[in-house]
C-alpha cells in the first residue's frame, strides 16, 4: 500500500477512536469553559474591563485546554503496543505523524475554535475582534498541535503528565499567543491584522515542514 | 533499493550489549540466524529476552556492537529492513475500539508489501470469524493475541521476531503458532521467538538460544 | 593533527583530559574574576545617571551572554550525538544544561537587582528579561525530561530533539518578545540597554565575560567527568578508575 493510503489509515484510525468514545472530546471543552468562567469571578463583574480582556482569556484557555489533549496523542497507541508498529513500519515516519497529529487538530483543536466562536459571542466580543480571535486561533493552532505533537511523543509514557508537557510546550506556544493576542486588540482598535495572520501562517508553514521530522527523531529516541 | 531478491535471509549481531537504565542486560552477544532457521531464545525472568528481541527489531540503538542484515550493517539498510520485518511485542497491537477487520487492514496498510491472502482468509486462518463487526475490546485476550498473528499469516516478511506470542493461548493456539512459523521457515525465512513454553517444530528447524549463560 | 583531537570523543580519553585541564581552568577563572571585578568595581567610573548601582552589569550582562552560549552548546552536543552519534556529545549536552539552567537564573536574579534601585520594582516586563524567563522556562523543560526518563542514553537522545527544536524556536520567541514589549511600551530604549559604553567600562566587562566563560568550562568539565562514569560505568577502564582512584 502507499505511504498516502498509510497516513490515510492513521488518519482515520485516530478519527475512529474521537468518534467511537466521544466522552474524550467534551473533557477539554468543558475544561475550557471553566478557565473562561473562572476570570469574571476573579476580575469581578465590571463588563468593560471583562469585554477587554475577553480575547485574552479565550487564548488562554484555549491554550490550556489544548495542553490537556496532548497526552491522548501517543499514550492509547503506547499503551496497547500500536506505538511500536507505527516505528517500524517501512512506510515514512514523518508522514504517519503528520497524520496522527491531523487527527489532533480536527479532533482536539477545531471543537475548541468553535467552543470559542460559541463563548466570543455570548459574552459579547464585538465583530472584528471575534473575527480576528478566530482567525487566529486558525492559523495558530496547527503549530500548537504540532509542538504538542512533539511533547507528547518526547513524554510518551512518562509520570507527570499534563505537567511535564505543559512545562515543554507553553514557553514553545508564547509566540502564537502574542501574535494572537496583538491581532484581537488590532481589530478592537479599528487597525489592520494582516501582519499577526501572515505571521502566525508563516510559523504553521514552517512548524508543518519541520515538525513532522523533529517528532519522527522524538518517538525513535523513546522506544529505543 | 530493496534488493528483490535471493539473498538469503540472514541476521547477524556482533558483539551485541545492551543498558537499560544503567543496568547491563547483556554484552558481547554474537549471534547468526540463517533462512528456514526459528531460534528460539529462552532465559531467566529478567534475562533480557524482550531487550534482545527489541535491538533485534530496531526498536533502539544497542550500547556496543552491530547488527547486519543479509550482510549489510543495519543502519545504513533500515529501510528494506524493515520492510522485510513483523515484530509481536508484549502488547499485541490491538486497537480495543476498532473491529478485528479494521485493526487487520490498518496493519496492512503500514505494510508496503502485497498481501498473501484476503483479510478475510487471514481471519479464519487464525480461528477468528471473518465477518464480526465488534469492537476487539470485546475478544478475549487469547483471540487479542490471535488477532495480532493474523498480521504474519497475511503481511509478506521474511524476518519475524515475536516476543512470547504464546501469551493467552491455548492447545490449539499453540499449534496455530508452530504451523506459522514451520510455513515460514519452509519459505526460507527467519524467525526469532522468545518463549518460556516449548515449541514442536520439524527437525532442524529450531535452535535454541539461551541468554542465562551471559549474564554480566 | 587533527587525529589528537579526534581522540578525545572518546570518553575514556575525555575523562583523563577533564581531569588534567579543570584545576587549570579554575585558576584561570579566578583570575579573570579578580581582574574583571576590580576594574569593574573599583576603577570603572561610576555612570553619571545611576550612581554606583549599574555596576551590577558586570554579572547581569556575563550570565545573560552565558545562558544563550550555553544553550547552543547544548544543543549542538546533543546534535552531535543524535545525528553522528558521537557519545561524548550526548554527554556533554546533559552536563551544560544544569549549568545554563544556573546562569539564567543568575542574569534574571541580577536584573531583578538592578531594576529595583533603578524603577523600583523587583520585576519589569523589559523584552529581554522577558526573554531571558522564557530561555529559564526552556531549560527547566529539558531538566525536567531528563529527569523523568530513567535511561540515560534515551533521556539523552530525546533532550537533543528538544533542545534543537528550542533553538530554532529562540529567534522567533525573541522577535515575539520584542514586538509585545513595544506594543505596549511604543519605541523606546529597552531598559537594560546601555546605548554607547566607554572603554573603562568596556573592558572589565570582557573580562568578565572571559572568566565566565572559562570558570563554565571548569565545571563543565568537572561535571562531564562524572557524567562520563555514570554513562561508561560497565566498560572495563571505569572499574578500573572505581576501584584504583586514579586512571591507569
Known amino acids: ?224 | 533499493m530493496t534488493p528483490a531478491s535471493p539473498t538469503p535471509a540472514c541476521l547477524e549481531a556482533r558483539a551485541l550489549s545492551c543498558i537499560r537504565a544503567d543496568r547491563l542486560i547483556f554484552e558481547a552477544l554474537d549471534f547468526t540466524a540463517r533462512a528456514g532457521e526459528v531460534w528460539q531464545v529462552t532465559g531467566a525472568n529478567g534475562a533480557g529476552k524482550t531487550s534482545l528481541l527489541r535491538l533485534l527489531a530496531g526498536l533502539g540503538t544497542p550500547a556496543a556492537g552491530t547488527l547486519h542484515w543479509c550482510g549489510e550493517p543495519l543502519p545504513e539498510a533500515r529501510d528494506y529492513y524493515q520492510a522485510e520485518l513483523l515484530f509481536l511485542g508484549h502488547a499485541p497491537a490491538v486497537a480495543g475500539f476498532l473491529s478485528a477487520h479494521e485493526n487487520l487492514m490498518h496493519a496492512c496498510a503500514l505494510s508496503n508489501q502485497p498481501l498473501r491472502m484476503p483479510l478475510g482468509a487471514a481471519l479464519t486462518r487464525v480461528g477468528l470469524p471473518s465477518a464480526d463487526d465488534a469492537p476487539a475490546q470485546r475478544l478475549s485476550a487469547g483471540q487479542r493475541q490471535r488477532l495480532a498473528l493474523a498480521r504474519f499469516a497475511l503481511v509478506p516478511a521474511r524476518l519475524w521476531i515475536m516476543d512470547e506470542p504464546l501469551t493467552a493461548l491455548d492447545v490449539a493456539g499453540r499449534g496455530l503458532v508452530e504451523a506459522l512459523l514451520t510455513e515460514h521457515a519452509a519459505r526460507g525465512g527467519v524467525a526469532i521467538v522468545s518463549t518460556h513454553q516449548g515449541l514442536q517444530l520439524p527437525a532442524g528447524v529450531l535452535q535454541q538460544f539461551d541468554l542465562s549463560g551471559l549474564q554480566a | 593533527m587533527l587525529q589528537r583531537f579526534h581522540k578525545y570523543a572518546a570518553p575514556m580519553h575525555f575523562h583523563r583530559l577533564a581531569l588534567a585541564l579543570s584545576p587549570w581552568l579554575f585558576g584561570i577563572s579566578a583570575l579573570l574574576f579578580a581582574t574583571g571585578l576590580f576594574g569593574g568595581l573599583v576603577l570603572a567610573p561610576a555612570d553619571y545617571q545611576q550612581g554606583d548601582s549599574f555596576r551590577i552589569i558586570y554579572l547581569h550582562v556575563p550570565s545573560a551572554w552565558m545562558s544563550m552560549f550555553v544553550y547552543m552548546v547544548m544543543a549542538s552536543a546533543g546534535a552531535a550525538g543524535l545525528i553522528w552519534k558521537v557519545k561524548m556529545g550526548d554527554i556533554i549536552a546533559r552536563a551544560a544544561a544544569p549549568l545554563g539552567a544556573s546562569f539564567t537564573f543568575l542574569a534574571l536574579a541580577t536584573g531583578s537587582l538592578w531594576g529595583k534601585p533603578m524603577w523600583g520594582a523587583w520585576w519589569v516586563w523589559d523584552a529581554r528579561l522577558t526573554s531571558e524567563l522564557i530561555l529559564l522556562f526552556l531549560y527547566l523543560g529539558y531538566l525536567a525530561l531528563q529527569s523523568a526518563i530513567e535511561d540515560r542514553r534515551a533521556a539523552a537522545r530525546a533532550g537533543a530533539v528538544l533542545a534543537i527544536v528550542g533553538v530554532v524556536n529562540i529567534p522567533i520567541i525573541h522577535y515575539s518578545v520584542e514586538w509585545w514589549s513595544t506594543l505596549h511600551q511604543g519605541a523606546t530604549i529597552t531598559k537594560f540597554d546601555t546605548p554607547s559604553i566607554a572603554t573603562s567600562m568596556l573592558i572589565p566587562l570582557l573580562l568578565m565575560a572571559l572568566a565566565f566563560k572559562s570558570f563554565f568550562a571548569a565545571t563543565l568539565l568537572v561535571r562531564a567527568r562524572c557524567e562520563i562514569l555514570a554513562f561508561e560505568q560497565h566498560t572495563a577502564w571505569v572499574r578500573e578508575y572505581l576501584r584504583a582512584g586514579r586512571p591507569s
Do not use: C, H
Request: hydrophobic share 60%; proline share 6%.
Open chain 1, 1 to 224: 500500500m502507499s505511504a498516502l493510503a498509510a497516513a490515510r489509515s492513521v488518519l482515520g484510525r485516530d478519527l475512529r477512536r474521537a468518534r467511537r468514545r466521544p466522552g474524550d472530546l467534551a473533557q477539554p471543552l468543558i475544561f475550557f469553559a471553566v478557565v473562561v468562567f473562572l476570570f469574571p469571578i476573579a476580575i469581578g463583574p465590571q463588563s468593560e474591563l471583562l469585554r477587554s480582556l475577553l480575547p485574552a482569556m479565550l487564548w488562554v484557555a484555549a491554550l490550556l485546554a489544548l495542553v490537556i489533549t496532548l497526552p491522548d496523542v501517543f499514550a492509547a497507541d503506547y499503551a496497547d503496543g500500536s506505538l511500536e508498529q507505527l516505528i517500524l513500519s517501512p512506510q515514512p515516519l514523518a508522514l504517519l505523524v503528520l497524520a496522527k497529529i491531523a487527527a489532533q487538530w480536527l479532533t482536539g483543536a477545531l471543537p475548541l475554535i468553535g467552543m470559542s466562536a460559541a463563548l466570543g459571542a455570548v459574552l459579547g466580543l464585538e465583530a472584528t475582534v471575534w473575527r480576528a480571535v478566530l482567525l487566529g486561533l486558525l492559523l495558530g493552532t496547527p503549530v500548537l498541535s504540532l509542538v504538542g505533537g512533539l511533547a507528547s511523543a518526547l513524554a510518551v509514557g512518562l509520570r507527570g503528565g499534563p505537567l511535564l508537557l505543559a512545562l515543554l510546550t507553553l514557553p514553545l506556544y508564547i509566540p502564537v499567543l502574542i501574535f494572537g493576542t496583538s491581532a484581537a486588540r488590532n481589530a478592537g482598535l479599528g487597525l489592520a491584522v494582516e501582519a499577526e495572520m501572515f505571521f502566525l501562517a508563516g510559523l504553521s508553514v514552517l512548524a508543518l515542514t519541520l515538525t513532522p521530522f523533529a517528532i519522527a527523531a522524538a518517538l525513535r529516541a523513546r522506544m529505543g
